[in-house]
């Protein structure tokens, strides 16, 4: 539950800001954050699944 909560927080949170990062750049935020926002959402979430996962086995 942790892991999934963790990883709804940043979808959020890269989901509002990398947009606007992009639209300053001079980007389109439309087509270029979907790469951005993906990647981060995938990266937290297998990173917080597999360390709670080894906290809770050495405990």
């Given amino acids: ?3 999934m909560a963790a ?3 940043i ?4 989901g509002a800001g990398v947009p606007q990062v992009l639209k300053r750049a001079g ?5 270029a954050s ?3 926002l993906t990647k981060a ?3 937290v979430s297998l990173a917080m699944f597999l360390g709670l ?3 809770l086995v050495a405990r």
Avoid: E
């Fill in 34 to 36: 979907s790469i951005f």
């Fill in 11 to 14: 979808a959020g949170m890269v």
């Fill in 53 to 55: 996962a080894a906290w």
């Fill in 7 to 9: 990883s709804c927080g």
């Fill in 41 to 43: 959402t995938d990266v």
């Fill in 1 to 3: 539950w942790l892991a």
């Fill in 27 to 31: 980007a389109d935020p439309a087509t």
